[in-house]
């Protein structure tokens, strides 16, 4: 199993921390590793934690590309999936809207194309049969043109941090962090390191009741010398990484993908489009740091 490099690191759990128990627990989730930073007393946040864990081997159920038997594999399988659960459904709705306000650079129909640079498959077969509008979905069924397959790992660890946080505020938490890939913060605030992997770290970022996601086509590199963020459109990754803080991790995450492959104006309007509440910056290729 692949893993990307972890590029968000916790520089301070709590900057201004309450004067309340601190419990960590680390786990592997999604492909990636995931940890909960829970503040409180031992009885709230042990059930908290308990249910938030379920929650997480619940989302990965539908998500995971590792489990040949989860609900997204099962629909790359077969290219149909009927009564398909609400979750999927609503990933499945985020990134329509994301596909359309990136101009195509998000596109979860790049499966095919990261397995043919994954496994020395036919790259140019694959990119064939790319493109969102062969994607169908509805409450009822959710169907793949022929030869197609979904990722939606530029999006998913973002939704399971989102709805692991609130699962945390449900069991009546008010102080918490949770990385998934992605980080999302119940108060704060808490002070994080971004990381590129070639520069090392560029940048703080402090976040409270807020989420962030940084990505990198150099994260993970595939066995071909490819990055993992591939452009649909066959163009090459602008940025060296990506960071955008959003109200939601799964934002952070799906913009945080699609924007390496913008340039800093095309960015500006995919940002100014997907609403307010959102920052970006990116390092380029030779070590600067820039604001979108």
Known sequence: MMRRRRLLQ???AAVLAPAAARSDETRIALGAEARMTLY????????ARARAWAEMARI????????????????????????????????????????????????????????????GGDVAAARAVLGWDGVTVSRDAITLRPGQALTLNGIAQGYATDRVTQVLAEEGLHHALVEIGEFRALSGPFRLGVEDPEFGQLGQLTLSDRACATSS?????????????LDPAGGAPVWSSVTVAAPTAALAD??????????????RGILDRCGPGLRATAISRHGELLTL
């Open 40 to 47: 409180g007393p031992a009885e709230i946040t042990s059930r």
């Open 60 to 119: 990965e159920r539908i998500f995971s590309l590792h489990d040949p038997a989860s609900v997204l594999s099962r629909l790359n399988a077969t290219g149909r999936l009927d009564e398909p659960p609400p979750e999927l459904v609503e990933v499945l709705v985020m990134a329509d809207r994301l596909h359309d306000a990136t101009g195509g650079r998000f596109d979860p129909t790049v499966q095919p194309l990261w397995l043919a640079h994954a496994t």
């Open 217 to 229: 086509p150099k994260a993970m590199v595939l066995p071909d010398g490819s990055g993992h963020i």
């Open 254 to 267: 799906g913009l945080s993908t699609a924007l390496c492959l913008a340039t800093a104006e095309a960015a």
């Open 10 to 12: 916790i520089l301070a």
